[in-house]
């Protein structure tokens, strides 16, 4: 099984908020799939919280964990066609979009995802 991992798996992965983080970290030692668009989530929210330097390691440890998917023109497009489609964060869309494109199932707990129609295969990490 493919896994694709959207900010809020990763970021509750760094708190160490269970069960997610447990999950995330199994995940990391198969080199899951994640979106450049939410690893980018991810730094700026470390950013505020921790600063660049704490930022800059959280970036490239995951570089190093994660395979990370480009964003093509035709994967904006498949994530701006879901966004326009379901109300929800263009974030959520990207990872939707990449788990998607990946045959993958996205590891979450974000309520915009996981508490509506499904539109991939999704594990509630909450």
Same mark, same amino acid.
């Given at each position: ?16 908020? /269970? ?5 995330? /970290? ?14 980018? /989530? ?22 190093a964990r994660v395979a990370l998917d480009t964003t093509s023109p035709g994967r904006i497009i498949e994530a701006a066609t ?29 309520? /915009? ?14």
């Amino acid at each position: 099984m493919t896994v694709c991992l959207d900010s809020w798996a990763v970021l509750r992965w760094l708190e160490g908020t /269970e069960p997610a983080a447990s999950r995330v /970290e199994e995940a990391l030692d198969r080199q899951p799939v994640m979106s450049w668009m939410n690893l980018g /989530e991810v730094y700026y929210v470390v950013y505020r919280a921790a600063g660049e330097p704490r930022a800059d390691e959280v970036a490239r440890d995951l570089q190093a964990r994660v395979a990370l998917d480009t964003t093509s023109p035709g994967r904006i497009i498949e994530a701006a066609t879901i966004k326009a489609l379901h109300p929800m964060a263009f974030g959520d869309a990207f990872a939707i979009a990449t788990t998607l494109a990946h045959d993958a199932v996205l590891f979450t707990g974000d309520p /915009e995802i996981v508490d509506r129609e499904r539109l991939c295969a999704v594990e509630d990490l909450r």
